[in-house]
């Protein structure tokens, strides 16, 4: 039999999750032994009888072993078993509280052999089997930790146990085989924990909003395909956290079980680990101290014993005991008709569908085709509306919620996604749209490795539709946080907009919006009639670089250099509204040398004598004369640049993730990293430095100049709202634009020096307020709505 690897030495995976690899190990290797034992020295066992009776005693041991490490009973009942003359028959002694848990069970599966699957003394088992799995619990070089184990992450472990059965071969050998329950039972897939936690407080909190406040019954929840009861323990551990705080008692917790909790699965193996799982969930947060005043564990498993059968039924959740009346039941095999076990809802909770049915049905369906069997295909195509040959069997499962839940219940799956897409999702497609879709998580591209196939979260309301529903693609950062992801990708979708041959999820709202404002607005090259210049180089072919302290040295020495000394500016000197430069460039205009020295002497040994500090500085950096062919005198800019007339501008960084545009009077030039708008104009000042335009600049296509570069194609084609200055609208719209950029002005020049940090503090706030009362017009300027303008925040 294959097993599992053995536990890596790995600390990239959780302490946790390496303890449930090492239980789900040796749960493994213990089946076997126990099957052959018990297959070798009870030839009466059938194939059933065999696997039942394991299960009862695997199932036994792990419920001492919870018991005692998280100490809902005292000793060291585990080491007195493991040193029993009969470790078997100490089992069942110690355990016979359990057999409340299942009495029921055994009663629907009476096999025509007639063997017994009930634990007797009589069983045959070898002494020394039992010794192994107990000297393994003992030693002190366990690697798992009962007191530290998730009840969530045992039913997991479980979850895989379940999946493979015993089968006693002609020889009475025990073989483990993959478990083949039903004809309809599909197989399963575990989820990712976060994904499970999700998908049952969203649901509980759905259907908790859409109860009447004057609603006096509680909360009522099915998983009817609940396999070990994993959505189930979520379910109470939230309910119980939310109902009752930190603390609560047996009764309040058995309560929870008793009249919000219910669960189906047709097969009983998973419904007993179901129903002991929850068993100790019950017992579980409850002190050592208050234990041992209230009643010991076998008074706390014997009272909720009813209550778990009653809450955690065993049947084929899918199939009705009216097939017996069907056309297909004909075409059923006698073999099959055995193992079908039909479930019949109403009568198993009369009470909740006298109310009209569950508040939530939750539920990780089992997935993959309905088997191709003819009697099993005719059932199906009579008895569900989103029939399809090759339908998934998790459809199936949505269809039946339907049915189970009262008119305005809310139904929760994690499922897989292929009824969104093909044929045979079709007529399950059809039946959704017609109910209010609450959400749809797209769980393809999350970070879960564990499978191929893709999930996705499928939440709605059973009413008619009347609002769009939100829709997540989940990428890697969602496991980290899943509510909080959701909250930040999450897209609306119109169901109405849903394409019948198909459905295919992408957030349109960056498309359609960039349309929008496109339309409303003039190109930005129309605007300033092409006058928008990026990567000039300064417009000037050789540079003198200085900081500020040489610039004001050189002052110092010549006053008259002055004029010659120019603010240089780098992309990084930009901010919104704000120009920091610290970098200075010595330019001396072309034809100024002789437009001053009108001597036949020698223009340079005028220049020298004139500004003798400025020339020592050009000297040393140009290193030496530029060859006589060059026009006009080397110490002068050549003048061949966009911004050599340094007129007053707009400038921004060409490399950024965040665009930025602040105005200055022309006595700057701009190096490579920084581009200039040849305008003066406030009221586009402000408008270039509003959210919506930061919002266009950020989603226009990059291209290949790189995902951090402003293009000039994005700054030319910038939508600008053009006011009609005769229109008294815009005009009072344009006027108040100008107002707050005089005032921002303002207070950018009076926060670069700030006299003491109150005062930092206070005009960061105002210029807060003020930037907001900017993109608050600007939205008004182009139209926005309330949800376009708090998506473009967003």
């Given at each position: 039999m294959?097993?599992?690897e053995?536990?890596?030495?790995n600390s ?10 090492a ?7 213990w089946r076997e032994q126990?099957?052959r ?9 059938r194939?059933e ?8 005693i695997?199932l ?7 018991a005692?490490?998280r100490?809902?009973?005292?000793g060291?009942?585990?080491q007195?078993?493991s040193?029993s003359e009969?470790r078997?028959?100490?089992?069942i002694?110690?355990?016979?509280i359990l057999?409340?848990l ?6 629907q599966?009476?096999?025509p052999?007639g063997?017994?699957d009930?634990?007797t003394?009589?069983?045959?088992i ?14 002190p ?6 007191a530290?184990l ?5 039913a997991d ?8 059965t015993?089968r006693?071969?002609a020889?009475h050998q025990a073989?483990i085989?993959y ?8 197989g ?6 976060e994904?499970?936690?999700y998908l049952?407080r969203?649901?509980?909190r759905q259907?908790?909003?859409n109860r009447s ?6 909360l009522?929840?099915?998983d009817?395909?609940?396999g070990?009861?994993r959505?189930l323990l979520?379910?109470?551990?939230y ?11 047996s009764d309040?917790r ?5 009249d919000?909790l219910?669960?189906?699965?047709a097969?009983r193996h ?9 068993a100790l969930a019950l017992c ?5 101290t208050?234990t041992r ?5 076998a ?5 909720g014993?009813?209550s778990l ?27 099959e008709?055995h193992?079908l076990?039909p479930?019949?809802?109403v009568s ?6 006298t109310?009209?049915?569950?508040d939530?049905?939750i539920?990780?369906?089992p997935?993959?085709?309905?088997d191709?069997k003819?009697w099993t295909?005719?059932?199906f195509?009579r008895h569900y509306?989103?029939?399809?040959p ?14 189970l ?6 139904l ?25 879709l ?10 879960d490795t ?9 939440r709605l309301?059973?009413t008619?539709?009347?609002?769009p529903?939100?829709?997540?693609v989940a990428?890697?950062g969602?496991?980290s946080?899943p509510a909080k992801?959701?909250a930040?990708?999450?897209?609306p ?5 849903l394409?019948?041959g198909?459905?295919s999820f992408?957030?349109?709202r960056?498309?359609?919006?960039i349309a929008?404002?496109?339309?409303t607005?003039t190109?930005?090259e129309v605007?300033?009639?092409?006058q ?11 540079l ?20 010659f000394?120019?603010?240089l500016i780098s ?13 200075f460039?010595?330019i001396?205009?072309k034809?100024?040398t002789?437009a ?6 020698s ?5 020298k004598?004139?500004h003798?500090s400025?020339a ?6 140009s ?9 006009g005198?080397?110490w ?8 050599h007339?340094?007129r007053?501008s707009i400038f921004?960084p ?6 930025a545009?602040?105005s ?7 190096d490579e990293?920084?581009g ?9 000042l402000g ?7 930061a919002f266009?600049?950020q989603?226009f ?10 293009s000039r194609d994005?700054i030319?084609t910038?939508?600008?709202?053009t006011p009609?200055?005769?229109d008294p ?16 002005n303002d207070r950018?020049?009076k926060?670069l ?6 005062d ?13 009362r900017?993109?608050a ?5 182009y ?12």
């Amino acid at each position: 039999m294959p097993r599992p690897e053995a536990v890596p030495d790995n600390s990239a995976v959780p302490n946790e999750e390496r303890m449930g690899i090492a239980l789900q190990y040796d749960l493994f290797a213990w089946r076997e032994q126990l099957a052959r034992s018990i297959a070798r020295n009870n030839l009466a066992l059938r194939s059933e009888g065999i696997t039942t009776l394991v299960n009862q005693i695997i199932l036994r041991i792990l419920f001492l072993c919870f018991a005692e490490d998280r100490g809902f009973q005292s000793g060291d009942l585990v080491q007195r078993l493991s040193a029993s003359e009969n470790r078997y028959r100490a089992l069942i002694s110690a355990t016979g509280i359990l057999d409340d848990l299942w009495s029921d069970l055994a009663q629907q599966t009476d096999h025509p052999s007639g063997a017994n699957d009930h634990l007797t003394e009589d069983l045959a088992i070898e002494n020394s089997v039992m010794e192994k799995i107990f000297l393994r619990l003992i030693s002190p070089e366990r690697p798992y930790d009962f007191a530290r184990l998730s009840l969530e992450l045992v039913a997991d472990v479980l979850e895989v146990y379940l999946r493979r059965t015993v089968r006693r071969s002609a020889t009475h050998q025990a073989e483990i085989v993959y478990e083949h329950t039903t004809a309809v039972a599909g197989g399963n897939r575990v989820p990712r924990p976060e994904m499970t936690e999700y998908l049952v407080r969203e649901t509980i909190r759905q259907s908790t909003a859409n109860r009447s406040r004057k609603e006096i019954l509680p909360l009522r929840i099915v998983d009817p395909a609940c396999g070990p009861g994993r959505v189930l323990l979520i379910a109470f551990r939230y309910l119980v956290s939310s109902q009752f705080g930190s603390t609560s008692t047996s009764d309040e917790r058995r309560a929870v079980v008793e009249d919000s909790l219910h669960g189906v699965d047709a097969n009983r193996h998973a419904v007993t680990v179901a129903r002991l799982l929850l068993a100790l969930a019950l017992c579980d947060s409850i002190p050592q101290t208050q234990t041992r005043e209230h009643g010991d564990l076998a008074e706390t498993i014997r009272d909720g014993a009813p209550s778990l059968r009653n809450a955690i039924r065993c049947g084929n959740p899918l199939i009705g005991p009216g097939i017996v009346h069907d056309e297909s039941w004909a075409f059923c095999p006698a073999r099959e008709r055995h193992k079908l076990d039909p479930f019949a809802w109403v009568s198993a909770f009369p009470e909740i569908f006298t109310a009209g049915g569950f508040d939530a049905v939750i539920c990780i369906p089992p997935m993959g085709p309905v088997d191709q069997k003819e009697w099993t295909q005719r059932y199906f195509q009579r008895h569900y509306a989103m029939f399809a040959p090759g339908a998934e069997l998790s459809g199936y499962y949505v269809e039946q919620a339907l049915f189970l839940l009262r008119a305005g219940g809310t139904l929760g799956h994690c499922m897989s996604d292929r009824f969104m897409r093909g044929r045979d999702g079709s007529p399950l497609r059809s039946l959704l749209v017609k109910k209010q879709l609450e959400e749809i998580v797209d769980l393809r591209a999350s970070g879960d490795t564990r499978d191929d196939d893709g999930l996705c979260i499928l939440r709605l309301t059973k009413t008619p539709p009347v609002h769009p529903f939100p829709v997540t693609v989940a990428g890697p950062g969602f496991l980290s946080n899943p509510a909080k992801y959701v909250a930040a990708h999450h897209f609306p979708v119109n169901p109405a907009a849903l394409d019948a041959g198909g459905w295919s999820f992408r957030d349109t709202r960056v498309e359609a919006l960039i349309a929008k404002i496109s339309e409303t607005g003039t190109p930005l090259e129309v605007v300033v009639m092409g006058q928008v210049h990026t990567g000039t180089g300064a417009g000037i072919d050789r540079l003198a670089l200085i900081d500020e302290e040489t610039r004001k040295e050189l002052i110092l020495h010549d006053p008259r250099a002055k004029k010659f000394i120019v603010p240089l500016i780098s992309g990084v000197d930009i901010g919104r509204y704000r120009i920091t430069s610290r970098r200075f460039a010595i330019i001396i205009p072309k034809g100024w040398t002789d437009a001053h020295h009108r001597t036949s002497g020698s223009p340079w040994r005028w220049f020298k004598q004139r500004h003798a500090s400025v020339a020592r500085l050009l000297k040393k950096t140009s290193g030496e004369t530029v060859p006589g062919n060059r026009e006009g005198h080397w110490w002068e800019s050549s003048e061949t640049g966009d911004l050599h007339d340094r007129r007053p501008s707009i400038f921004f960084p060409v490399q950024s993730r965040d665009p930025a545009f602040a105005s200055c009077d022309g006595r700057v030039i701009p190096d490579e990293t920084a581009g200039a708008v040849r305008s003066t104009s406030l009221y586009l000042l402000g408008l270039m430095n509003s959210r919506l335009i930061a919002f266009f600049l950020q989603n226009f296509p990059r291209r290949s100049v790189g995902p951090d570069i402003i293009s000039r194609d994005a700054i030319l084609t910038l939508p600008i709202y053009t006011p009609d200055l005769d229109d008294p609208t815009d005009r009072t719209r344009h006027d108040r634009m100008v107002a707050l950029i005089h005032r921002m002005n303002d207070r950018q020049k009076k926060i670069l020096d700030p006299p003491t940090d109150a005062d930092l503090e206070r005009l960061e706030r105002e210029i807060q307020s003020i930037d907001s009362r900017i993109n608050a017009l600007v939205y008004e300027l182009y139209g926005l709505t309330k949800e376009e303008a708090d998506f473009v925040e967003s």
